[in-house]
């Protein structure tokens, strides 16, 4: 019955009124589309359905300063950055400003973080210091022409050790400051080649300074034979309580050279013995 | 309580009945009646649209009693009294006069009809037009900016730097002319630790751009002067002197440029070297079934003479195009020869530079972006007399792609590619993002992310991110990150960092903005957290204008 009502009433209901036609989609004529009775000049447009959404400064930025004076906004328009913004790094980094420019201000947020996506990674202290301290060039405000080379930016501090206590040059010392300096301070640095003869990254002289134990180094070169002649133990190990603890141990002497003979430390000699008569 | 439960479901009831009863209400009605009656209350036949009112006093045939609650039609009234006593009403409110009945829809042949004579009649259309149309395009922007940086090191110090930036694009002049500014005063109230890059100027002023223009959409003559960063003229740099060509309607231009080119690392004008050269500009638009939608191409021929390349012929081509709404393009190549000097001079002609950028979307929610760059032109760096920082040809390739399953979720691979040709250094990463954009609305988002990295200093790094906004007003961008880095010191290395990136809008043309970064190492030949151990922070404090 009910179906029989709805036929009905279906069959009684008016013909629905034929559409008009669609109106067409272009800017001239639905200007409902966008502009509203409030003022012609207060546009409302979701961008965003182009498929270049409008973010930071660009929702307050003139149509018209990326479209031009063309009255159809359907023309394509190029959605590089490059296509309306100057790249005043002469193209060096492409189109994707937004990698290091916030869209808000312009303003670069490329920081240490992000350098890390080079082939430098800024660790240490390097990651507080101005850009320009190793990207020298402000004209082309390019930056990839720095070289991930150490002596490349710390060749005066190389220079500056010449007439020092540890002359880099008259030691013979390289130029990879990596293998001796950790990035966070010059100061304190390790001599990894040292423990073939003297373990000094580990055990009980771990982080001790070169001229802590060595007299001088103004004559060191690094031969690999273990005899600089510089090496002073007793410094700080004194030889009345050495004597002593070494009183069943046969040939010693207290000497520095005798010291170093036995006891490198090195991994694997089995000869740590704790340094009991240290002089502090 | 009850009782007014009561009354209240009573007056409902009264009401829904009242309302099928409305039409029987006969205008200018002049009594009422008592329909039921307790021992304290009586409901009366008449309500509001009759003048009833709470606390209004009732006059009965015997006795009165006070109107309680009233509805439109129906009424209560505490006193004593009969069912079918009846009492006289209040001159009734004047009332709104009747809402006049719609006629009838006209029959759609009608409307039809109507429709068809309204199209054809003849009117006059009315024309928008911009008063200030040609000003708007060409209105221009300023940015200015007072800030004050400082970095810190430990067992080094702070170094701090006080600056003022100013950037100016497109101003108008009148008459078409338009200027732009880019300009940076730098001034160092303290510089700490080993200084290498200009240690002697305290104060530094830096000119990238100060020039006049004239440049219309409706074409012509097209020029520029001035301190000019020569307009669309792929790689070339900035110079002393003047730009100027033809430009049609449609955008194309083509000139000439030539000047004298300013140093490197003070941008101080400079007579002993210069440049000139050819410039072609074009792009155009393609229809909307057009596959290709969208053309830009970009070349250049000049002769430099710089301090560092010496005299140099150079060609620079640059093409951009967008493939459908899918695919964007770029193409960038230059090639050049030395003609003779130059401290970082090559023999021959050679590629110099190659840079391609592919952006895809083949659906809406995947995205795959990957570029190429190769720069094999060997530049020494100039710092002074006697100090060349001599680097050389680098390579760097990366890769991204990013899948949005949801609008609030986000996930992301990202791959890239650093290469030293000079000294034969390399260094890879690769890893997952997990994004999540909309975690809080749009006001907030956050991601999470990892690297592994290989090469002459491999090692990890992890991070995650905050993002949280009030569109126009407020954004807080806030990190947190660990590296581990091994390869470039005697052992590993473990650094901890948090930055912090904050912008308020103070106003609709002043923003204030606030980046702070810090970091510290969790290792390395100090312990820590101590004393000795390396930490680093910086800060950086903006107030801009943005007019």
């Given at each position: 019955m009910s179906v029989l009502l709805l036929l009905i009433a279906a069959a009684a209901a008016p013909a629905p009124t034929p559409r008009s036609p669609a109106v067409r989609a272009s800017m001239d004529t639905r200007c409902e589309g966008c502009h509203?009775?409030?003022?012609?000049?207060r546009v409302t447009f979701d961008h965003s359905k182009t498929g270049f959404p409008l973010e930071g400064r660009h929702i307050t930025t003139s149509c018209r300063a990326c479209h031009g004076s063309s009255q159809d906004f359907t023309e394509p328009v190029a959605t590089s950055c490059a296509a309306c913004h100057r790249d005043v790094h002469l193209g060096e980094f492409g189109n994707r400003c937004s990698s290091c420019h916030d869209p808000s201000s312009w303003a670069t947020r490329f920081g240490p973080d992000a350098h890390r996506l080079t082939n430098f990674p800024l660790t240490g202290r390097h990651a507080a210091i101005p850009c320009e301290e190793c990207h020298l060039n402000q004209r082309d405000r390019r930056f990839t022409r720095s070289t991930v080379d150490c002596l490349t930016c710390h060749q005066q501090d190389y220079a500056r050790t010449v007439g020092t206590a540890i002359d880099h040059l008259r030691a013979g010392f390289g130029t990879d400051c990596k293998s001796c300096h950790f990035?966070?301070?010059?100061?304190?640095a390790t001599f990894p080649a040292h423990n073939v003869c003297f373990q000094i990254t580990g055990g009980p002289h771990a982080g001790i300074s070169c001229l802590d134990c060595h007299s001088s180094l103004a004559s060191f070169t690094p031969t690999g034979t273990c005899t600089t002649n510089t090496a002073d133990c007793m410094r700080c190990h004194a030889c009345s309580k050495e004597t002593v603890s070494h009183?069943?141990?046969?040939?010693?002497?207290?000497?520095n050279r005798k010291c170093y003979e036995c006891h490198s430390f090195t991994p694997g000699t089995g000869l740590g013995p704790s340094p009991a008569g240290v002089r502090r | 309580m009850m009782t007014r439960a009561r009354i209240a479901g009573v007056l409902l009831a009264a009401s829904m009945g009242g309302l099928a009863a409305q039409a029987e209400t006969a205008p200018g009605r002049r009594t009422g009646s008592v329909l039921y009656a307790t021992s304290s209350r009586l409901y009366l036949d008449a309500g509001s649209r009759e003048g009833l009112a709470p606390g209004q006093i009732v006059q009965l045939q015997k006795g009165t009693c006070r109107v309680e609650q009233v509805s439109a039609t129906r009424a209560t009234c505490l006193g004593t009294g009969r069912a079918g006593d009846t009492f006289g009403l209040p001159p009734p409110p004047p009332q709104s006069p009747p809402a006049s009945r719609l006629a009838p829809l006209p029959a759609p042949s009608v409307v039809e009809q109507r429709r068809s004579i309204l199209a054809s009649a003849p009117h006059p259309k009315v024309d928008f037009h911009e008063a200030s149309y040609g000003l708007e395009a060409s209105r221009g922007s300023a940015d200015v900016g007072v800030g004050h940086k400082t970095w810190w090191a430990s067992g080094i110090g702070a170094s701090r730097q006080e600056r003022v930036d100013a950037l100016i694009r497109d101003f108008p002049l009148g008459a078409g002319f338009t200027l732009d500014v880019d300009l940076s005063a730098r001034r160092w109230s303290r510089r700490a630790g080993p200084i290498s890059f200009r240690p002697d100027d305290a104060t530094q002023l830096y000119v990238w751009e100060a020039s006049i223009s004239r440049r219309t959409d409706a074409g012509g003559p097209a020029f520029s002067v001035g301190r000019v960063r020569p307009y669309r003229v792929p790689g070339q740099v900035i110079l002393d002197g003047a730009q100027a060509g033809w430009r049609t309607q449609g955008g194309t231009e083509a000139g000439i440029f030539g000047g004298v080119v300013p140093d490197a690392v003070t941008l101080a004008p400079s007579l002993d070297h210069g440049t000139f050269g050819a410039y072609w500009i074009g792009q155009h638009s393609y229809a909307g079934d057009s596959s290709l939608r969208f053309l830009r191409h970009e070349a250049r021929i000049a002769f430099i003479n710089t301090a560092d390349l010496g005299q140099r012929l150079e060609g620079e081509a640059l093409l951009e195009a967008r493939v459908t709404r899918q695919v964007d393009l770029a193409f960038d190549v230059r090639g050049g020869g030395t003609l003779s000097g130059g401290v970082g001079s090559s023999d021959g002609a050679s590629l110099e530079a190659l840079r391609v950028d592919v952006s895809v979307r083949p659906l809406d929610s995947l995205s795959l972006i990957s570029s190429f760059r190769y720069d094999g032109l060997s530049v020494p760096e100039l710092?002074?007399?006697?100090?060349v920082l001599a680097s050389g040809a680098v390579r760097h390739a990366d890769f991204s792609a990013a899948w949005e399953p949801m609008d609030a979720l986000r996930l992301s691979v990202l791959s890239g590619l650093s290469s030293d040709l000079q000294s034969h250094t390399s260094r890879r990463w690769i890893g997952p993002e997990i994004g999540l954009p909309r975690l809080l609305g749009d006001s907030t988002g956050l991601s999470a992310g990892y690297f592994r990295e290989d090469g002459w200093a491999p090692g990890s790094s992890a991070w995650l991110q905050l993002l949280t906004r009030s569109r126009g007003v407020f954004q807080l961008l806030a990190r947190v990150s660990w590296f581990r880095t091994t390869g470039i010191a005697p052992g590993d290395l473990d650094e901890l960092g948090a930055s912090a990136a904050i912008q308020a809008q103070l106003g609709r043309y002043v923003a204030l903005r606030l980046s702070v970064f810090g970091r510290t190492t969790?290792?390395?030949?100090?312990?820590?957290?101590?004393?000795?151990?390396g930490q680093v922070a910086f800060a950086d404090l903006e107030l801009a204008g943005t007019f």
């Open positions: 509203s009775v409030d003022g012609w000049r990035p966070t301070r010059f100061k304190g009183a069943n141990v046969g040939g010693f002497q207290c000497a | 710092d002074g007399p006697g100090r969790l290792n390395g030949q100090t312990t820590p957290f101590g004393a000795a151990t």
